[in-house]
């Protein structure tokens, strides 16, 4: 009589799911530090209100982008997307009270 499953493959010998994706530990040693890429840079001379108001307009328009975006997806995807403008959001309050700190109101 047949067996309505079939037999499980044979295990090896090692069983680290790590070393059976080929994760190599000497990598993360020789692995130099990131150096961000000079092809765009912020001019030195531009002060930090600046700065805050450029990356609040950016964010702003970053979270705009997305939300109009979900719009056109459904299920997880749009989930995703609006959970990207959450996080956007947040960052946004985040710099706006950053600005408010340095320049109060009134």
């Known amino acids: 009589m047949p067996k309505p499953t079939p037999n499980p493959p044979e295990s090896s010998p090692h069983t680290d799911p790590v070393d059976d994706l080929g994760f190599d530990p000497a990598l993360l040693k020789s692995?130099?530090?990131?150096?961000?890429s000079t092809?765009?840079?912020?001019a030195p001379d531009i002060d930090t209100e600046t700065l805050l108001a450029s990356a609040c307009e950016s964010l702003a328009s970053a979270s705009i982008l997305a939300g109009d975006?979900?719009?056109?997806v459904d299920g997880p995807q749009r989930s995703m997307l609006l959970g990207i403008q959450q996080i956007i959001m947040l960052a946004d309050l985040a710099v706006n009270r950053a600005l408010d700190n340095l320049v109060p109101a009134g």
């Open 69 to 72: 975006l979900a719009v056109f």
């Open 39 to 42: 092809l765009f840079q912020i």
């Open 31 to 36: 692995a130099s530090p990131h150096t961000p």
